[in-house]
């Protein structure tokens, strides 16, 4: 099992990675708030799709659901992991549509389950799939809703991205 540590340090580094995606996509103060709900959001469906790959036992990813604490901390862990992509895809839509959107989603589906698998892997304690391509289709269609999920949400808050002006550098 993820031990709390090890959940604020995975947590602290993709909070460090989000820094540095508001800082290259100029992300202003609405966007950064539609992301932190689509990540709000995405939490939500990701506790929800792990905890429904472990009742069909596609994969295994020990959670403490009995310690709230545990609970509210991953959540906040995988909310922080996410929320980067929507301040890309955003990018990504305002400058190429909605098929831009469609291509982030293939790339997800892609290269979401080896990330996976190699995370699996090198911390067997955190994750383990179970033999066969089911896990690995529901891991692709998991990062697909991440990605979609998190994009509307950010989109509802935000706006869409073609009508926002980019910020200029000060």
């Known amino acids: 099992?993820?031990?709390?540590?090890?959940?604020i340090v995975v947590a602290s580094l993709y909070f460090a990675a989000l820094l540095i995606v508001i800082y290259f996509t100029r992300a202003t103060a609405r966007r950064i708030v539609g992301a932190l709900a689509g990540g709000a959001a995405v939490g939500i469906f990701g506790m929800g799709a792990i905890a429904?790959?472990?009742?069909?036992?596609?994969?295994?990813?020990?959670i403490s659901w009995t310690q709230p604490y545990f609970v509210v901390l991953f959540y906040l862990g995988l909310a922080i992991s996410v929320i980067p992509i929507y301040l890309v895809t955003w990018r990504v839509v305002r400058r190429f549509g909605w098929r831009g959107l469609a291509v982030c989603l293939g790339i997800v589906a892609i290269i979401g389950p080896p990330r996976d698998y190699l995370f699996a892997a090198v911390?067997?304690?955190?994750?383990?799939?179970?033999?066969?391509?089911a896990p690995?289709?529901?891991?692709?269609?998991?990062?697909?809703?991440?990605?979609?999920?998190?994009?509307?949400?950010?989109?509802l808050v935000?706006?869409?991205?073609?009508?926002?002006?980019?910020?200029?550098k000060s």
Request: no cysteine.
């Open 1 to 7: 099992i993820m031990t709390p540590l090890q959940i």
């Open 52 to 62: 429904l790959g472990n009742a069909l036992k596609l994969w295994q990813v020990p």
């Open 123 to 133: 911390f067997p304690a955190w994750m383990v799939f179970a033999p066969g391509v």
């Open 136 to 155: 690995i289709i529901a891991d692709a269609v998991a990062y697909v809703g991440i990605v979609a999920i998190g994009h509307v949400v950010m989109s």
């Open 158 to 168: 935000a706006g869409p991205s073609r009508a926002d002006q980019l910020r200029h």
